[in-house]
């Protein structure tokens, strides 16, 4: 089975600038996460979809963060501006239905300078 | 709002010498426990994981968890670690039949050869 696919694998932007993100879950599942790793803590829960609509998304910093599945399918996370604290690894888990384990991408490491 | 703590950041151990990290949570229903381990450059992989029954759970790579309802905990253990264990660990809970993952902070662990 393959895997959740994300890319780009590293960004380096500047503060101000924006940037996208871009996961593919594996396929069937329906519940699609995004986390936000800062470094030396755990991971934070960003959103969660169900298909193509949205579950939990109170963490999401909306006044610059936006994120979309629109087919169900694939999600991207967008970042508009980015400041210095966004600094993190994205990581995108998906999950075929409640109580199973996630499976999580390798995750998009950010930069902001 | 669920929380999970991880009561040490850093271990260093040498090789065959047991392992054991703490992990509690607060969350007063049913809950579901993971383990999931992150090698240097990889992506977090599920260890180990508890839905119900046995209490004892045993995972890949030799490591097991037990869970002790009383204590709020879900410990991780191995018996004799190698160099190869060397990653960091985070311990996990979501409400059953739930949803979001919550994340405690990570321990890392350095097995010295």
């Known amino acids: 089975e393959a895997g959740v696919a994300q890319s780009p694998r590293y960004k380096i932007i500047e503060k101000r600038q924006s940037v996208a993100f871009w996961c593919n879950p594996i396929s069937g599942h329906a519940t699609l996460y995004w986390y936000q790793q800062i470094l030396g803590q755990g991971p934070k829960l960003l959103i969660q979809f169900q298909n193509n609509g949205v579950v939990d998304d109170s963490q999401l910093p909306k006044d610059r963060f936006s994120a979309e599945r629109l087919k169900g399918v694939d999600s991207t996370l967008k970042i508009q501006p980015a400041k210095l604290e966004d600094s993190a690894v994205y990581l995108c888990?998906?999950?075929?239905?409640?109580?199973?384990?996630?499976?999580f991408g390798s995750g998009t490491r950010l930069t902001v300078v | 709002a669920q929380s999970v703590s991880q009561h040490n950041h850093h271990v260093i151990l040498s090789e065959a010498a047991s392992l054991e990290l703490g992990c509690n949570y607060s969350y007063g229903g049913t809950v579901n426990l993971f383990w999931y381990v992150q090698y240097p450059g990889q992506h977090l992989q599920l260890l180990l994981k508890y839905f119900s029954g046995d209490p004892l759970v045993k995972g890949i790579k030799g490591f097991e968890a037990e869970f002790i309802k009383s204590k709020f905990s879900f410990n991780l253990r191995k018996p004799s670690v190698q160099w190869s264990d060397t990653a960091e660990y985070f311990c996990?809970?979501?409400?059953?039949?739930?949803?979001?993952?919550?994340f405690g902070g990570g321990t890392r662990v350095l097995v010295k050869p």
């Open positions: 888990a998906s999950s075929p239905g409640l109580n199973y384990g996630y499976t």
């Open positions: 996990a809970v979501n409400k059953a039949a739930g949803n979001k993952l919550t």
